[in-house]
């Protein structure tokens, strides 16, 4: 059977969680996948020696067997396509599956892409937002914490940079300007404007975590920027962004979105701007090619 490396690494977590396993629960995950694998061999096939070729709706029907997606591997997972429960040595994983997303309408708004793609980071988002409508921030400040994050259903390293690109052809210039900067500026006291260093960053990168050299050239130059202000602001709110008890609704922000994104009336994805095909990605993430 012809294993494909970068599907079993992604069934199983990714090649960090790979590294932590032992020699035997290797095996053990590896025969797992391969009887996984033979059992989707066998389903497809009429008899052996047949070639069987499946419907549109026979492929769409095999989403929710499958522990990635596609077209995008863990994007819109309800996990990482694989759980570690314990450290046991020889604990074998557990591959878990993917649902099948709603479908998208034909020209969908930033409302749909709420509604339906960014559900797994919206809370967070909203109640940044949130935080700087009550605090009295800008429209422009408030429309970049509402979208600081949502490109993390899509990316995780880089966002900010990520996030400013997917969005900039939609929003304000010193909007984007604060969604591309945030990122940096986290790594960076600013008691002035009221941001500390996250106690939850020394757990998460250690305690002698040092950002890398374009990081920290990046914050130098932004740090200098007539804009600084907007980004800083952007990771102040941030961080009252985490609240379990806390549920702003979308509409709360619907005239501001009005006044300042440019929704184009193609639909998100399908406005043939540059960055149309990440919001494509984020719409179709079963898509193989």
Not at 29 to 34: D, G, I, K, R, T
Not at 203 to 224: C, S, W
Not at 232 to 240: E, S
Request: charged share 20%; hydrophobic share 40%; aromatic share 12%.
């Amino acid at each position: 059977m012809d294993i494909d490396r970068r599907t079993f690494l992604t069934a199983l977590g990714g090649p960090a969680a790979v590294a932590a396993m032992s020699a035997e629960a290797k095996a053990d995950a590896l025969e797992n996948f391969m009887l996984h694998q033979l059992q989707a061999a066998s389903q497809s096939n009429a008899a052996p020696g047949a070639t069987k070729y499946l419907t549109v709706a026979e492929v769409d029907a095999q989403i929710a067997s499958r522990p990635f997606r596609r077209g995008v591997g863990d994007l819109f997972t309800s996990s990482p396509g694989v759980t570690f429960p314990s450290a046991t040595p020889g604990h074998t994983p557990h591959i878990e599956n993917v649902t099948k997303l709603s479908p998208m309408p034909a020209q969908p708004t930033l409302a749909d892409y709420f509604r339906l793609r960014f559900t797994s980071i919206s809370n967070h988002v909203l109640q940044s937002a949130n935080h700087a409508q009550h605090v009295g921030m800008s429209e422009e400040v408030i429309l970049a914490c509402l979208l600081h994050d949502v490109v993390q259903s899509l990316i995780k390293v880089d966002h900010g940079w990520w996030g400013a690109q997917m969005l900039e052809p939609y929003i304000p210039e010193r909007s984007a300007f604060a969604i591309r900067y945030h990122q940096a500026l986290r790594f960076y006291d600013d008691p002035a404007n009221g941001y500390t260093y996250p106690e939850a960053y020394r757990r998460l990168f250690g305690e002698d975590y040092k950002p890398e050299p374009y990081i920290e050239a990046t914050y130098q130059m932004v740090r200098k920027h007539k804009w600084y202000l907007e980004a800083r602001l952007v990771t102040v709110n941030d961080l009252y962004a985490f609240e379990p008890n806390v549920n702003p609704q979308f509409e709360q922000f619907v005239d501001i979105i009005g006044r300042h994104f440019k929704q184009p009336k193609e639909g998100l994805g399908y406005d043939n701007s540059p960055v149309a095909h990440m919001w494509r990605t984020i719409a179709r993430p079963d898509a193989p090619l």
